[in-house]
C-alpha cells in the first residue's frame, strides 16, 4: 500500500534558523509529490509540487524541495525561518486517481 | 474568485441523525474528493470523483455516502453518523486537463462535525 510517512511529529525552531522537514514515500514509480501547510484553523495551502524534470523545485514563501528518488524523499526546506512559518506541514504524494497525506509536522518558532 | 464552499462549517449532531455536508466549487473542476482530518493521522481520503456520475471510494470510506449528481457540487453524506465520524472534513476540487493533479488543488475551509 502507498503510504507517506512524516517522522518529525513536531520541530521546534528559532527565527532566522534553516528549516528542514523530511518527507518519505513509500510507492513503486515515482508519484506526484507536494508540500502543504496549514496555519491554526486554516485550511491547506500548496507551497510547492515535483512532478518531473528539476529534482530541486522552488515555492512560495521561500521554501524548497529536493526530490531523490534514491531515498524515496522529499525534503522541505526554508535557509531562514520566520514567525509566521509556525504552522503544520504535510507532505503528500499523488498516485492514480487517489491523493495521500503524510501525518503532518507541527512547527514551531521560537523568537 | 476561484473557490470551494462548504456548508455548515461547524455542526454538532447525535448519533444517528442523517446530515448532509454540502461542498460546492465554481472553477469547473472534474474531480471533487472529500477527506477528513485527525490528530495524529493526517488527512485521509475518504471518496473522490473523476466526473458527474462517476466516484469511487478513497481509503476510509465506510459510514459516509457521496453522489455527483452536477459537476460543481459533491455532498458528503453521513446516513447515521457515530461518535467515530467526529472529524474535520475538507472538501477539494481540481481539473483534469492534461494529468491528474498537474493542476493545483483547491481546498475548502473545513467542517468540523462532532457527533455525540
Known amino acids: 500500500a502507498q503510504s507517506v510517512t512524516q517522522p518529525d511529529i513536531h520541530i521546534t525552531v528559532s527565527e532566522g534558523a534553516s528549516l528542514e522537514l523530511r518527507c518519505n514515500y513509500s510507492?513503486?514509480?515515482?508519484?506526484?509529490l507536494f508540500w502543504y501547510v496549514q496555519s491554526p484553523g486554516q485550511g491547506l495551502q500548496l507551497l510547492l509540487k515535483?512532478?518531473?524534470?528539476?529534482?530541486l523545485v522552488q515555492g512560495i514563501k521561500g521554501f524548497e524541495a529536493e526530490f531523490k528518488r534514491s531515498q524515496s524523499s522529499f525534503n522541505l526546506r526554508k535557509p531562514s525561518v520566520h514567525w509566521s512559518d509556525a504552522a503544520e506541514y504535510f507532505c503528500?504524494?499523488?498516485?492514480?486517481?487517489?491523493?495521500?497525506f503524510g501525518t503532518g509536522t507541527s512547527l514551531t518558532v521560537i523568537p | 474568485e476561484a473557490q470551494v464552499t462548504q456548508n455548515p462549517r461547524y455542526l454538532i449532531t447525535v448519533t444517528g441523525k442523517k446530515l448532509t455536508v454540502t461542498c460546492s466549487q465554481n472553477?469547473?473542476?472534474?474531480?471533487m474528493s472529500w477527506y477528513r482530518q485527525d490528530p495524529g493521522l493526517g488527512l485521509r481520503q475518504i471518496y473522490y470523483?473523476?466526473?458527474?456520475?462517476?466516484?469511487d471510494k478513497g481509503d476510509v470510506p465506510e459510514g459516509y455516502k457521496v453522489s455527483r449528481k452536477e459537476k460543481r457540487n459533491f455532498p458528503l453524506i453521513l446516513e447515521s453518523p457515530s461518535p467515530n465520524q467526529t472529524s474535520l472534513y475538507f472538501c477539494?476540487?481540481?481539473?483534469?486537463?492534461?494529468?491528474?493533479?498537474?493542476?493545483?488543488?483547491?481546498f475548502g475551509p473545513g467542517t468540523r462535525l462532532t457527533v455525540l
Open positions: 477539494a476540487s481540481t481539473g483534469v486537463a492534461g494529468a491528474l493533479f498537474a493542476d493545483t488543488q483547491y
Open positions: 510507492y513503486g514509480a515515482t508519484p506526484y
Open positions: 515535483y512532478f518531473s524534470g528539476d529534482t
Open positions: 503528500a504524494v499523488a498516485t492514480g486517481n487517489q491523493f495521500y
Open positions: 472553477m469547473n473542476h472534474e474531480y
Open positions: 470523483s473523476m466526473n458527474v456520475e462517476v466516484t
